[in-house]
């Protein structure tokens, strides 16, 4: 006799409290392990340089390297990850269509 259970597909509510934390990321990396990826999301801006021409040449030319910070981790599974990149495509191209012209990006 079969004893297993049919699974049953529920929908997801998803909750996201007004005062859940939000975070501007300037820069984003992915790594990629067996069944699963990693999202790391950095914030960083570039340096105030001030002065005359030539100073500003020199400390932009003295500059070696920018500290980010991280912000958030993200550890997607691999089924997840499929689902993120076709919808980030999909809103990517919708947003392209809506507000290409405002901001100047390429279409």
């Not at 790594?31 to 999301?41: A, D, E, K, T």
């Not at 990850?81 to 947003?95: F, L, P």
Request: proline fraction near 7%; aromatic fraction near 10%.
């Amino acid at each position: 006799m079969d004893e297993r259970v049919n699974p049953k597909e529920v929908p997801l509510v998803m909750l996201a409290p007004a005062d859940a934390a939000s975070h501007f990321a300037t820069y984003c990396t992915i790594q990629s392990q067996p069944g699963y990826f990693i999202l790391n999301f950095f914030q960083g801006f570039p340096p105030i340089i001030t002065g005359s021409k030539e100073e500003m040449q020199e400390k932009i030319d003295a500059i070696k390297s920018l500290e980010v910070s991280l912000v958030s981790r993200v550890i997607l599974p691999e089924s997840v990850m499929e689902s993120y990149v076709q919808a980030e495509n999909t809103n990517w191209q919708r947003y392209k269509v809506t507000f290409a012209d405002k901001n100047d990006i390429e279409a």
